[in-house]
Each structure stands twice: as C-alpha cells, then as structure tokens.
C-alpha cells in the first residue's frame, strides 16, 4: 500500500515577528529542530496546517517545504489556543531517514463486539496508541484490532495480539490491554424500612404526645380519663 504523501509550507521567520501579530494574520508560528536540521523558526498557514494535522497527527511523516528545500518532519508537539481551540504553535522534528525514532501510533477499532450488542457490555478503551521504534519509512500509521473477538465480559485485547508489521518494534509492553468488556452497572435500590415503635409502645400510644404536650389530632383519648368522665356523669344521675 503506498503512502500518501502529505506536504505543508512553511516560511522563516524572525524574533521581531510577532506571534500575536502573526496568529491574527491567520498563521500560526513554529519551530524546526532535530535530525541534521538548525533549529529554524517559522510560520505557516492555519488553514493548511490544520489539515495537515487532521491527516497526519503525530506519527505521520510530513514534507515540509522550506526555501525550497523539502524536510521530513514529525509533528512532535502542538498547543492550542484554550477557548478558539485552534492551532497556536506546532514543533516540527526533522527526522534522519537512516536513523530509528521512537513514536506513538494510534489503535483503530473496528467491528462489534457481541458481549456489547448481545449482553449490554461496556466497551472500555485502556490505551488508544502504542509506543513504537522504527525507521521513519516505516512508520505505520495505526494498528486495527477486531473487536467481534470479544465475547463475553471481561474479554480483552492486549499489545501482544497486535500484528507486527516488519521493521517495528513495539516499545509497549505485551500484557497491556488495550481494549475490554466490562459488565454494565447494576441501578441501586434503596429499601425503605419502616419505623419500628419502641418497647412497650402500642399503636394508640404511638399517637398520643408526651404528658403536657398537646394532642395529636386525631388521636383516642386515654382511656382512663374516658372511664372517670363516664362515672362522674353516673353518680349525677343518682342523685
């Protein structure tokens, strides 16, 4: 499969220049440093480098165009404006073609799992890249895993089941796991126990306040009061 070749402009420029200045102009400074290259400040479209940086990210050769000359670059770093969200700075490292670098490279997923469509998993992503050593020629651009493998809970996809292409090596350790299926969260229920009235406490008395306290509405009267009320009116009648 042959790679596309993807290029960017750039421009020297100087100390004088002023970044601010230079983003409002809708260009976005930068450094190139590294491999046989002098570190050369430069500038460079927004527009072009955002594209630039959606194909390629950060394991990606680029071609940068300089005075002329074109540079093999790795985007090694790049900030962002914190509210806008655009490109602010980007570090381009100028690689030696004949010399190994050491990168991250993304994991693509594809397929479905049938322990997330079947049994309502959840598919969890523990790592999305992989530290990698190879010549720049061969850098790849992502490993892709198939996640119909994935089965049951628990099941998972480690560094170790990756395929290898020839010329890399991978920095990341065998036993990482890169994707797996966890068991969905159970919802919590919440039992609502009743009151339990106290040792010797009856319903009705449950009811009734503590002596001096007004009555509860609706509450008997004790029955003492109602059998001295009842003997008073009999002894009235006698009479």
């Known amino acids: 499969m042959i790679k596309e070749t993807i290029t960017l402009t750039a421009a020297p420029r100087t100390k004088s220049e002023n970044p601010v200045s230079l983003r409002k102009a809708g260009n976005v400074p930068g450094v190139i440093y590294g491999g046989k ?45 914190p509210v806008s969200d655009k490109e602010e700075h980007v570090d381009l490292y100028a690689v030696d073609m004949t010399k190994k670098v050491t990168t991250h490279v993304p994991v693509i997923v594809t397929g479905e799992s049938p322990a997330v469509k079947g049994l309502g998993g959840v598919l969890v992503t523990v790592h999305d890249n992989i530290e990698v050593t190879c010549l720049p ?55 609502v126990i009743a009151p339990v009235a106290a040792e010797g406490e009856t319903a009705a008395g449950a009811a009734t306040t503590a002596e001096g306290a007004a009555p509860v509405a609706g509450a008997p009267a004790a029955a003492g009061k109602t059998d001295e009320k009842a003997a008073g009116k009999e002894k009235g009648a006698k009479k």
């Open 37 to 81: 290259a002098k570190n050369t400040m430069v500038t460079c479209s927004l527009k072009e480098l955002h594209t630039v940086f959606v194909k390629a990210g950060e394991n990606t050769l680029i071609d940068v165009t300089l005075d002329g000359k074109k540079i093999p670059c790795l985007i090694h770093a790049m900030s962002f404006n």
């Open 137 to 191: 020629s061969d850098l790849p651009s992502g490993f892709t895993i198939d996640i119909s493998v994935l089965e049951n809970f628990r099941d998972s996809i480690t560094v170790a089941k990756l395929v290898i292409p020839k010329g890399v090596t991978i920095k990341s350790a065998p036993e990482m796991i890169l994707v797996t299926v966890q068991e969905p969260r159970k919802e919590e229920v919440i039992e």
